[in-house]
């Protein structure tokens, strides 16, 4: 179609401004952080002024709520630990989803496959209870991770075999999750009398360590536990596996053009069940937090919609790593703030906070067409 | 009946109507020519009001009408026929002829109404659709009919037929200039848009040239000739001849024997050998893409028959990976949709298709991306190629099309190749770059390796190749020495006309 | 097991399965137009909670259901807007929305009532026990007769199937999925307000339960057609029927198992083992020009 594509010269006329100062190659990436930095910014001062006008509505006022909200996530230690304690197993689903949409897929099934391996984890947690900490807790780690990457790996396949698509079976798959859960909980693991759903709790030997047994100053009260270096890890880990590795680039290759992937010899399918494999198995590694190192054994609802709220975090969180180790961070804040909330306004409840999560998503959603519309002005297609 | 004055249309930076002036008259089939991109689909889909254009006028009967969505050129009696048909495939015929202008009332449509009147058209027509059938039951054939009943049932005085050949076979295509005739005998008037010249001259009464976005000439059917229209067509200057040694041919690298496609490709045979460049010229949309991504290995086994025979060993059977590691490199037609990762950078497409292996991943672990490599080898496609903006951190959208088809080739060089696979290499790429591109295909050829190269320019075949074939309809259709044929023999073998008589 | 096939159970299976079809039949009307709703959870929450509230004040479950319907309208506008208009992602709106709507009715319940997400109690006589079921069964013929009798069901259907081929045809494409996406904004709304004001008599914290989602299921494993969608809604609300009815009854078969039945059938549905479930063919693409 297209004769003179003259575009190039003027793309980026602040980068080659700059260029011989600082050279060409930080610069485009100075302007690429900062595009990437815009529009999630503008996503969340939106969400923050349409909750402040709902919370004015019930009349409350949001400035106070809001100084609420956030100082009280940042205090020191609670607030800060909390926080952090808050936002691991975002970190963890929001990786996940970040994952899946790197290789164009959408798993909106992490909540299923961390509550397969929540209880998968507590099963190995309580069957191998007598086992040293050295065997059990590398095992049950193990456990977790494979059994969300198992458990992920089904609507994979089905999408690679069957093209069925990815979002109507992980949903499916959560409400099977709970289901199993639940049943294989009552039927074998469920402490006689108890009337909370919930099995009974894994060997002493699976504990992971609180960071207030190593860290002094940091009150043991505080659930913080090594899951949270943990995420962290994973999320360094996930920048090498996606950037540094072979596998990484099949699978960004395929995200990004599945024609071009095959064309450059990558087999799409395989990548597909791949990604969901690793996908899962980041939502698996939650059940690292959440039994191994804060309830010590798995119960039904554990998690208030940690896969759902992943969604939120990869999506502001741009689907990278560090972003969604950013936007985990902010999620936990705002959960941490809003107990807070909670019993220290009139009238505003936490609730605030999953109003929050999801006028952020809407408007980080709604900014592709943004980003579309600029990028076709750009690149002319 | 149909006039446009001084259209003008870009998209972003292109420019894909350049004061397009076109007169149809009333009653007339009128064909419109030029290769892909010349911008004649553009300017039907203004008068349709699919597109506004940015300046310029349409008249309907001496009148300027303005004509903003189809709506507006459905109520002047202007039906389009699309390139991809727009029929809904799970619905009935009648169903898809109705929608948008649905007969009865707003709780009740009256489609066995519609039915009968469909049935009358399609009797006046000789179009043989039954208004009851499914879409996707039908033919190809029979869907397009579908789509003319559609016009025809808005009572379109007008049809604008985009590509309406390219899908038909031979047979049908026959069956389809009767339709064409009846409708001109009926007082209807026919734009098509081809690229196909031996049609223009079976079926229309006078042609327009486009090229470019432009019109280059307008001629009366029987006035003109198809080599005539072919060099118009395909006419673009290339400033330099390029200054090329007689080829050396060596050993025989590629041997095709019999390669068959089902509808696509037709028992071809050829032998390419070191040193040498093998032209294919031929209409797009006659085998070329296929044959290329069947050498490539991006055709699925089954789909094939015949034999690839690559220095001395069978490799129909290889994955795409394995053949380029024997050393077949592809330059894809479509650059952004087959050849690139647009929003990766220019490093990370410089490895795409060897990323897997060193120097792009580090020889010890096998499995890590070597950063310093990757980037030396972005550094060599940069220089050696001379992309610009030299920088290889750059996402490869924000190349020009010239520049981003300099980095698939660059990237393919490096492999570095037995056997280059390039389709419409300079499609979409300014002047300079195509000079460069040129001198680098010829530059590989005297370092021994073996080309195939196709291209819709005829000019660009003729002036690289050491050897032409021409393609079509599946076939090859004849071989010329490049340096001895004219155009207008080159031009008449691409519309067909040294095809066998016997062909079935 | 004669008394699975009791009177009874057909009773409880027609009431497990009203608000399902509501639910479906309006994620039939949004898909059909070629716009995916996972948002009907959030559409039920919404009719749930605000018919509850209102027939609370109002004092007239009449009153209360329009207003659910309305806030359902209104809570689909959100979800049209963002897809029409923004191009968003679908599926991400649609989960922002089920967030949203698990969060709103819990702020607003406990500013309005001091609660924790539930609101008062309705006195028995201010609710409408069957109305909706009728409403929803009734729905069905119409619903059919309207997808493919009416000019509006062409162009329903032609919109979620070929976009391009709608618009070039000269039908706003856009204009018919806002219309599409807001029907079933009220449908959910209504098989919500069944819940609240129907079959109990006071909204709880995500009172729905996944029933959204179940609804979303018998839609895909009916094919998008309306009265097999109806079957689909019946053999779920059997199953969830059957199993409330055998717990305890055989004992090493968990309730849990024949509830996931509907999940697992429409993986099987969907993977193309029953026959071939195909999707609106433009399902989840935005429609733009050019």
């Known amino acids: 179609m297209s004769r003179i594509q003259g575009y190039a010269k003027n793309a980026y006329p602040l980068a080659n401004f700059l260029a011989p100062l600082r050279g060409a190659r930080y610069t485009a990436q100075l302007m690429k952080l900062i595009r990437e930095l815009t529009f999630p910014l503008i996503a969340i001062l939106a969400a923050f002024l349409v909750g402040g006008i709902l919370v004015a509505l019930i009349g409350d006022d949001p400035i106070q709520t809001y100084a609420l909200l956030i100082g009280s996530a940042l205090s020191w230690p609670d607030g800060i630990g909390y926080t952090l304690f808050y936002a691991t197993p975002l970190i963890f689903t929001g990786l996940a989803v970040a994952m899946g949409f790197r290789c164009g897929l959408l798993n909106i099934g992490a909540e299923g496959q961390l509550t397969v391996a929540a209880f998968a984890t507590a099963w190995a947690g309580i069957s191998f209870a007598n086992s040293s900490a050295w065997m059990l807790i590398p095992l049950t780690c193990l456990v977790a991770i494979a059994s969300g990457a198992l458990w992920a790996t089904i609507p994979g396949v089905l999408k690679a075999r069957f093209g069925s698509h990815e979002v109507i079976n992980t949903i499916m798959m959560n409400f099977i999750a709970v289901g199993v859960a639940s049943a294989l909980t009552q039927t074998y693991f469920k402490q006689q009398g108890d009337p909370i759903l919930e099995t009974l709790p894994i060997g002493d030997g699976a504990h992971i360590p609180r960071i207030g047994q190593i860290i002094p100053g940091i009150p043991a009260r505080i659930p913080l536990n090594m899951a949270f270096v943990v995420a962290v890890l994973a999320c360094a880990l996930m920048y090498v596996f996606l950037w540094r590795t072979k596998w990484g680039y099949e699978i960004r290759a395929t995200g990004a053009n599945p024609n071009a992937a095959e064309y450059g010899g990558i087999s799409v399918k395989k990548q597909i069940v791949l990604a969901m494999a690793v996908s899962g198995g980041l939502a698996g590694m939650v059940a690292i937090n959440e039994v191994l190192g804060y309830r010590y054994r798995y119960y039904q609802g554990f998690s208030p919609q940690y896969g759902f709220t992943g969604i939120a975090v990869a999506l502001l969180g741009r689907n990278h790593p560090a972003g969604v180790l950013v936007a985990a961070l902010f999620f936990g804040a705002l959960t941490r703030g809003g107990l807070f909330v909670d019993i220290f306004t009139e009238k505003v409840s936490k609730d605030l906070v999953l109003i929050l999560q999801a006028l952020v998503i809407l408007f980080v959603a709604a900014e592709a067409v943004f980003r579309r519309r600029m990028g076709k002005t750009e690149s002319q297609v | ?504 | 097991m004669a008394e699975i096939l009791s009177f009874s159970i057909l009773y409880s299976t027609i009431r497990v399965a009203t608000p399902l079809l509501l639910a479906a039949l309006g994620g039939l009307l949004s898909e059909r137009s070629g716009v995916i709703n996972i948002a009907l959870e959030g559409l039920m929450l919404a009719g749930a909670f605000t018919s509850a509230v209102v027939t609370h004040y109002a004092g007239n479950p009449w009153i209360g259901l329009l207003a659910g319907i309305g806030s359902g309208v209104f809570i689909a506008a959100i979800h049209a807007v963002a897809c029409i208009q923004f191009d968003s992602n679908q599926v991400v709106t649609g989960t922002a929305i089920n967030i949203l709507m698990l969060g709103i009715p819990t702020l607003l319940s406990g500013a309005l009532f001091e609660t924790t997400g539930s609101t008062p109690q309705i006195p028995r006589a201010n609710l409408i026990p069957n109305a909706p079921a009728v409403i929803a069964f009734a729905l069905v013929p119409v619903i059919w007769y309207v997808l493919y009798r009416t000019p509006f069901g062409l162009r329903l259907r032609a919109a979620g199937e070929n976009p391009e081929a709608a618009d070039t045809a000269g039908v706003s494409v856009a204009a018919i999925r806002y219309t599409g996406v807001l029907l079933s904004g009220a449908l959910a709304a209504i098989g919500g307000a069944y819940l609240s004001i129907g079959q109990s008599s006071l909204f709880t914290r995500n009172m729905t339960a996944g029933r959204g989602f179940i609804a979303l299921a018998a839609l895909i494993f009916g094919k998008w057609r309306p009265v097999q969608t109806m079957l689909a809604c019946l053999l779920f609300g059997f199953a969830e029927a059957a199993a409330i009815q055998m717990q305890g009854v055989i004992p090493h078969v968990r309730v849990e198992y024949i509830q996931i039945i509907p999940y697992v059938l429409t993986m099987v549905v969907l993977a193309g083992f029953i026959g071939a479930a195909r999707a609106p063919r433009a399902l989840g693409r935005p429609y733009e020009k050019e």
């Open chain 2, 1 to 504: 009946m149909l006039e446009l004055r001084n259209i003008t249309k870009r998209f972003g930076n292109v420019l894909a109507n350049d004061r397009v002036n076109i007169v149809v008259r009333p009653g007339s089939i009128h064909a419109i020519v030029g290769e892909n991109g010349a911008g004649k689909s553009t300017a039907m889909r203004i008068a349709y009001g699919f597109y506004r254009a940015d300046s310029g006028e349409i008249l309907v009967d001496g009148k300027p009408q303005p004509i903003h969505t189809p709506h507006d050129a459905i109520a002047l009696g202007i039906g389009m026929v699309h390139q991809h048909f727009m029929l809904v495939d799970t619905m009935t015929v009648a169903e898809n002829i109705v929608l948008g202008a649905e007969p009865g009332t707003l709780i009740s449509l009256d489609i066995r109404g519609a039915g009968k009147r469909i049935r009358s058209l399609s009797e006046e027509f000789h179009l043989a659709i039954d208004p009851g059938a499914v879409i996707e039951n039908l033919s190809v054939g029979q869907q397009q009919r579908v789509e003319l009943l559609k016009a025809l049932y808005r009572q379109a005085r007008v049809l604008i037929l985009d590509e309406p050949t390219a899908v038909l076979t031979p047979q049908e295509v026959d069956e389809f200039f009767q339709i064409l005739r009846r409708m001109r005998e009926q007082g209807k008037t026919v734009i098509i848009i081809t690229h196909k010249l031996d049609e223009v001259l079976a079926i229309s009464d006078e042609v327009t040239v486009m090229r470019d976005g432009r019109v280059l000439g307008h001629r009366k059917t029987a006035e003109t000739t198809a080599a005539e229209l072919a060099r118009l067509m395909v006419g673009r200057e290339v400033l330099l001849r390029v200054q090329k040694k007689p080829a050396v041919p060596g050993r025989v690298i590629l041997s095709v024997r019999r390669l068959s496609m089902k509808g696509r490709l037709n028992g071809i045979s050829f032998v390419i050998r070191a040193g040498e460049i093998l032209g294919i010229a031929g209409v797009e949309g006659n085998g070329q893409t296929e044959l290329i991504e069947a050498l490539a290995g991006l055709v699925g086994e089954s789909e094939l028959s015949g034999s690839i025979d690559f220095d001395g060993r069978e490799i129909s059977r290889l994955s795409a990976r394995q053949r380029k590691e024997l050393g077949i490199a592809h330059v894809p037609e479509d650059r952004q949709r087959r050849g690139l990762l647009l929003d990766a950078s220019v490093a990370e497409n410089s490895i795409l298709g060897v990323h897997y292996r060193e120097p792009a991943v580090t020889g010890r672990s096998g499995i890590m991306l070597d950063d310093a490599s990757i980037r030396a080898r972005a550094q060599r496609v940069i220089e050696g190629f001379d992309v610009r903006p030299a920088n290889s951190e750059l996402p490869a959208r924000a190349l020009s099309g010239g520049n981003q088809q300099k980095l698939i080739i660059g990237r393919e060089f490096e492999l570095p190749p037995k056997l280059l696979l390039v389709s419409q290499p300079t499609r979409g790429v300014d002047i300079g770059a195509i000079e460069f591109i040129h001198r680098k295909l010829v530059a590989l050829r005297d370092s021994g390796c073996a080309v195939l190269l196709v291209s819709a320019e005829l000019e660009e075949v003729t002036a690289i190749a050491d050897r032409l074939m021409v393609i079509y309809a599946g076939r090859i259709v004849g071989e010329v020495d490049p340096t001895l044929a004219t155009n207008e023999e080159i031009g008449l073998m691409m519309a067909g006309g040294s095809r066998t008589s016997d062909e079935d």
